[in-house]
């Protein structure tokens, strides 16, 4: 069964770094989003992006944050210059844009920031 | 305003009985999506059930169902025959289409657990 990847699983980095998030997404799917999980807090939803540009973002996603698509299979999330509170699981999801638009997520990179 | 609310933090069910965990919703949006997830301790997120506004019959998939009230706006989870494996954070999730937006709205999650 076709499956969301995401790379790396856990990244420790240090304050005031770059940090890049990878992600693979269903295959046939159009839709790509990025939602972050602080530890003990509610999924929160970033960005969403299609057509090889944003769709939507949210207030957390401000200038420190960036994604792409380099390629045809991958999808990134930049953090330019991170901080203690960038400290999350980040998930990447994938949908299809048709009927139920269900939006199936990948496995998750918890990223430490020290 | 909270657009989900998920009031229960932590639910204990015994094995093989079933559990409804609660989740409420806020839109003005007339068509809407709700689903469900599934994060066990390993943290991924597992897509489970999917209910539409406009859908006339609550959603079942295998051992879960929804008992969708539109007039209460809730969409609680129904799991029959709890299993040892259902021990995980349960979250609920909205999206409004109308409004073209695709982000899901998630809930605080509830925390379940299957004792033997």
């Known amino acids: 069964e076709p499956e969301v990847t995401q790379t790396p699983s856990h990244q420790v980095t240090q304050m005031g770094q770059e940090v890049i998030l990878r992600c693979v997404p269903i295959s046939n799917h159009l839709y790509f989003y990025w939602y972050r999980q602080i530890l003990g807090q509610k999924v929160e939803f970033l960005v969403s992006?299609?057509?090889?540009?944003?769709?939507?973002k949210s207030e957390i996603f401000d200038d420190q944050f960036s994604v792409e698509r380099p390629d045809g299979s991958n999808f990134t999330l930049k953090i330019r210059s991170t901080k203690l509170e960038d400290s999350a699981m980040y998930f990447c999801?994938?949908?299809?844009?048709?009927?139920?638009?269900?939006?199936?997520f990948g496995p998750g990179t918890r990223l430490t920031v020290l | 305003a909270q657009k989900i609310t998920q009031t229960q933090p932590g639910m204990f069910v015994q094995e093989k009985e079933a559990v409804t965990l609660d989740c409420t919703y806020d839109?003005?949006?007339?068509?809407?999506?709700l689903f469900w997830y599934k994060q066990p301790s390993s943290g991924e997120m597992i897509f489970l059930i999917y209910q539409g506004s406009y859908d006339q019959q609550n959603a079942t998939e295998g051992r879960y169902s929804l008992n969708f009230q539109k007039a209460r706006k809730s969409a609680n989870l129904v799991i029959s025959a709890s299993q040892l494996g259902d021990s995980a954070m349960y979250f609920c999730?909205?999206?409004?289409?109308?409004?073209?937006?695709?982000?899901?709205?998630f809930g605080s999650g509830t925390r379940l657990q299957v004792q033997p």
């Open positions: 992006f299609y057509n090889n540009e944003i769709s939507e």
């Open positions: 999801a994938s949908s299809g844009g048709e009927g139920t638009d269900t939006q199936y």
């Open positions: 999730a909205m999206r409004e289409y109308d409004t073209g937006r695709r982000a899901l709205t």
């Open positions: 839109t003005s949006d007339p068509s809407y999506g």
